[in-house]
């Protein structure tokens, strides 16, 4: 692997780490992986944990997360051929399995933040810490929302999780894209590095590899429109100390067109089947 950028943990600790390139798989790793990872999570200021709604920035994220919760569910429904059992890996808050309970999915969630679950059984949504809670089940679904970039020991967490996968079920995977425009235009102050709670940055190349290993073939893409406008803003927050709402706003807009002609928007979601 070779040197591609350097950047920082921003919204934590102000750690510098490094971004190195495989080259094959076209994968980007974080150096060095922290041994304590949980410590990095232990921030207000790492919303997908929280419900909060203290800054512009938040209430932004809720407003435009219901509209997304809604969209999810109905993505999900087109791949419910027999039975509407779904997983969630990383669920947060439960609020995506709430949404999804309430048009008649039968739903679990796995969340190993103890804070996110206690949040979630506020919502009446219990969640298990570890997927040792579900081991034997089979799900129709299994969903992992910018939660695949987080995994450590990846290539078990994967098999572990297919493992629970029906034959003929789908895993839905949605991860940012360092391909994107807004990746190349904010380099190392780009928010969807994340280090070093993103471990692994993705692009389609590299989740077609990774996952052809493990006998899963890509069947479908689709972009994640909102997510260059709300990473922008954090981008342009973190490289100038200001919000910068229409400049941010610019540079998403900017990658979404781009987008259109190449497919590389800021975050993809990719839908996986079993090869037969």
Avoid at 124 to 144: C, P, R, W, Y
């Amino acid at each position: 692997m070779k040197p591609f950028l350097r950047t920082k943990d921003f919204s934590v600790s102000g750690e510098e780490f490094e971004l190195l390139l495989d080259e094959d798989l076209q994968m980007l790793v974080t150096q060095p992986q922290p041994k304590d990872l949980q410590k990095y999570y232990e921030s207000d200021a790492y919303i997908s944990h929280t419900d909060s709604r203290k800054s512009t920035l938040d209430k932004m994220y809720h407003a435009v997360k219901k509209f997304s919760l809604w969209n999810k569910v109905n993505l999900i429904g087109r791949y419910a051929k027999k039975n509407k059992t779904l997983l969630d890996v990383g669920a947060g808050t439960g609020d995506f399995l709430l949404h999804a309970q309430s048009r008649g999915w039968s739903v679990d969630g796995v969340e190993p933040s103890l804070d996110a679950r206690m949040r979630s059984r506020e919502k009446k949504m219990e969640l298990v810490s570890d997927l040792s809670f579900v081991a034997g089940n089979k799900f129709q679904v299994i969903t992992l929302w910018h939660v695949l970039e987080h995994l450590p020991d990846l290539d078990n967490q994967i098999k572990t999780i297919l493992s629970l996968l029906e034959t003929d079920g789908v895993l839905v995977v949605a991860v940012p894209n360092f391909k994107s425009k807004d990746a190349k235009f904010y380099k190392g102050f780009w928010a969807a590095y994340d280090v070093p709670r993103h471990l692994w940055h993705f692009s389609r190349e590299a989740i077609e590899g990774k996952f052809a290993s493990h006998q899963m073939k890509l069947i479908k893409t689709k972009p994640m429109w909102f997510d260059s406008f709300y990473v922008s803003m954090l981008s342009e927050k973190y490289k100038t100390g200001k919000q910068n709402f229409i400049r941010a706003f610019c540079v998403g807009l900017w990658s979404n067109i781009l987008a259109l002609f190449n497919g590389q928007a800021s975050s993809l979601i990719y839908i996986l089947k079993k090869e037969a």
